[in-house]
């Protein structure tokens, strides 16, 4: 799905022509999006960590394993249920295969989004700080500040060669035969094997030659309180010739990221918007850097945002004709975490 934000575009391709290293975060709707050489950025107000590549000061690394405190209060199963329906009746009708629906958790911890994000164990890290910088004060409507710890890649470019990693597919390490129920459940394959032929004709806009790397591997993600097994793909294409020193315009062609929004897309967000009744603001949008030749990027899940009404955790799910609210809703608390060991 094209959309025309030559803002983020233009800017990203300008950055890209200089071969300087630069950061981009893109929000959900694209509208308020940032666009940072690297060497410009000022760490008390952006802090990012893309699997080791980072501006965290060195004094700062590491983690600590000191006691804190972590709760949720997800909303009650019966609004849950509500909305859950409403996606139902729009998937019986045929206007969506899937679609991923998702909603703010209310929490509370002793630790302050900056200690969350130094004790995270993620490749993809995050933390944005409103006050930490003159620009861009207030930037999702609220002065909200977030931090995120994404396991999820949304596309690396690298000589020429794009690949996306979409995850769909998420049970507790905990039950028994957990990777067996999960890679053999027909709810779960038909959700991901929607998100694959999605992700695929994504990157035939982009790419030549795309094909199915790898489908339905697992893998294991730690949390302060448990394990979660996670379902990916490898989708990889050669990137076309038009499009390698215009990465703003690849990623206009590909937003917002077919994994946390459903098939079909458009019509997907316009339920999306319909039915969640709250903005996701920078969840669910797309950050990353790039050197003008490579490029690697992730998306915006797994996110705290700190707001006028305190901490709040967004997280969902994907919702197909075969999913049934308990699970469903079981699988947005299971979200909640904080990924220590």
């Given at each position: 799905?094209?959309?025309?934000?030559?803002?983020?575009?233009?800017?990203?391709n300008?950055?890209?022509?200089?071969?300087r290293?630069?950061?981009?975060?893109?929000?959900?709707?694209?509208?308020?999006p940032?666009?940072?050489?690297?060497?410009?950025?000022?760490?008390?107000?952006?802090?990012?960590?893309?699997?080791?590549?980072?501006?965290?000061?060195?004094?700062?690394?590491?983690?600590?394993?000191?006691?804190?405190?972590?709760?949720?209060?997800?909303?009650?199963?019966?609004?849950?249920?509500?909305?859950?329906?409403?996606?139902k009746?729009?998937?019986?009708?045929?206007?969506?295969?899937?679609?991923?629906?998702?909603f703010?958790?209310?929490?509370?911890?002793?630790?302050?989004?900056?200690?969350?994000?130094?004790?995270?164990?993620?490749?993809?890290?995050?933390?944005?700080?409103?006050?930490?910088?003159?620009?861009?004060?207030?930037?999702n409507?609220?002065?909200a500040?977030?931090?995120?710890?994404?396991?999820?890649?949304?596309?690396?470019?690298?000589?020429?060669?794009?690949?996306?990693?979409?995850?769909?597919?998420?049970?507790?390490?905990?039950?028994?035969?957990?990777?067996?129920?999960?890679?053999?459940?027909a709810?779960?394959?038909?959700?991901?094997?929607?998100?694959?032929?999605?992700?695929r004709?994504?990157?035939?806009?982009?790419?030549?030659?795309?094909?199915?790397?790898?489908?339905?591997?697992?893998?294991?993600?730690?949390?302060?309180?448990?394990?979660?097994?996670?379902?990916?793909?490898?989708?990889?294409?050669?990137?076309?010739?038009?499009?390698?020193?215009?990465?703003?315009?690849?990623?206009?062609r590909?937003?917002?990221?077919?994994?946390?929004?459903?098939?079909?897309?458009?019509?997907?967000?316009?339920?999306?918007?319909?039915?969640?009744?709250?903005?996701?603001?920078?969840?669910?949008?797309?950050?990353?850097?790039?050197?003008?030749?490579?490029?690697?990027?992730?998306?915006?899940?797994?996110?705290?945002?700190?707001?006028?009404?305190?901490?709040?955790?967004?997280?969902?799910?994907?919702?197909?004709?075969?999913?049934?609210?308990?699970?469903?809703?079981?699988?947005?608390?299971?979200?909640?975490?904080?990924?220590?060991?």
């Amino acid at each position: 799905m094209k959309q025309n934000i030559p803002s983020f575009a233009n800017a990203i391709n300008a950055h890209a022509r200089e071969k300087r290293p630069f950061l981009f975060i893109l929000d959900f709707d694209c509208s308020k999006p940032i666009v940072r050489f690297i060497d410009e950025i000022n760490p008390d107000e952006i802090l990012f960590n893309f699997r080791g590549f980072t501006n965290q000061p060195s004094r700062e690394a590491g983690h600590t394993h000191l006691p804190y405190s972590f709760s949720k209060s997800p909303m009650p199963f019966g609004k849950y249920k509500e909305r859950f329906h409403r996606v139902k009746e729009e998937l019986l009708k045929g206007n969506s295969y899937l679609l991923n629906l998702t909603f703010p958790t209310a929490i509370e911890t002793s630790l302050t989004l900056k200690e969350i994000f130094i004790r995270s164990n993620a490749p993809y890290k995050l933390l944005y700080n409103s006050k930490g910088g003159k620009a861009h004060q207030g930037l999702n409507g609220s002065g909200a500040d977030f931090v995120v710890f994404s396991p999820e890649s949304f596309v690396r470019i690298k000589n020429g060669v794009i690949s996306s990693f979409p995850m769909k597919g998420t049970i507790n390490a905990a039950i028994p035969n957990a990777r067996k129920i999960i890679l053999e459940d027909a709810k779960e394959l038909a959700e991901h094997s929607t998100i694959v032929d999605l992700i695929r004709n994504d990157l035939n806009m982009v790419a030549g030659n795309v094909k199915l790397a790898r489908f339905r591997y697992v893998e294991s993600i730690k949390t302060h309180n448990s394990e979660l097994l996670q379902v990916s793909s490898e989708i990889k294409g050669k990137v076309k010739k038009e499009l390698l020193c215009n990465y703003g315009e690849l990623l206009t062609r590909l937003l917002p990221a077919g994994s946390v929004t459903g098939a079909p897309k458009r019509k997907t967000v316009e339920i999306i918007k319909e039915t969640e009744g709250y903005e996701r603001g920078y969840y669910t949008g797309v950050f990353g850097y790039s050197d003008g030749e490579t490029l690697e990027s992730a998306v915006m899940i797994r996110f705290i945002e700190q707001n006028e009404k305190g901490l709040c955790f967004k997280s969902g799910g994907g919702i197909t004709i075969y999913s049934n609210p308990e699970s469903e809703y079981r699988e947005l608390i299971d979200k909640v975490y904080v990924p220590f060991d």
